[in-house]
């Protein structure tokens, strides 16, 4: 999640819910997005630890279960993000592709407004190294820094708030 420069190549975004035929193409942005983008600030180990989807029907249960949100770009899946009803957005993430598109604060508009008509007073994530400048600039600050274990190893990533 870089810029919003917008790429004069390529369409605007839009941004639709999420549908069950979306499940190959969020794995897709997943694990293209930590392998091409989150590699910079992560070290090999740790991006095989995390870049992996063991079962995509339960990848698959899990995006229907809440709200979630499909960024397009030419009719082309671009990114995706979701939201739990206790306000804890669980993903964002965006293709390689797409970078610097505007594409995850088109998304985030998504989530801040079914917050807003659920009531939240906040949102908040757990953002990795790559993503937390990004939330940064849209108002969340930081609550702690922390080390989860994926498969072995060890990530550091920040929690997160933005009161709303």
């Not at 989807?53 to 960024?71: C, K, L």
């Not at 600039?137 to 820094?145: D, K, M, N, P, Y």
Request: proline share 5%; aromatic share 10%.
């Amino acid at each position: 999640m870089t810029g919003d420069d917008v790429s004069s190549s390529k369409s605007l975004p839009a941004i639709r819910p999420y549908m069950a035929d979306d499940c190959d193409a969020t794995v897709e942005i997943f694990l293209r997005a930590i392998r091409e983008v989150a590699s910079k600030d992560y070290g090999p180990a740790e991006i095989d630890a995390w870049a992996k989807v063991e079962d995509r029907e339960a990848w698959a249960v899990r995006r229907a279960s809440r709200p979630a949100w499909i960024a397009e770009v030419d009719g082309k899946p671009a990114g995706f993000t979701d939201l739990e009803p206790d306000g804890h957005l669980d993903m964002m993430f965006v293709h390689p592709d797409f970078q610097g598109m505007g594409i995850a604060s088109l998304l985030l508009q998504s989530v801040e407004t079914q917050a807003r008509l659920w009531a939240l007073s906040r949102l908040f994530t757990e953002a990795s190294l790559t993503a937390r400048p990004f939330f940064e600039r849209r108002g969340f600050v930081l609550l702690a820094q922390q080390s989860v274990e994926k498969r072995g190893q060890r990530l550091t990533n920040f929690r997160m708030e933005k009161r709303i």
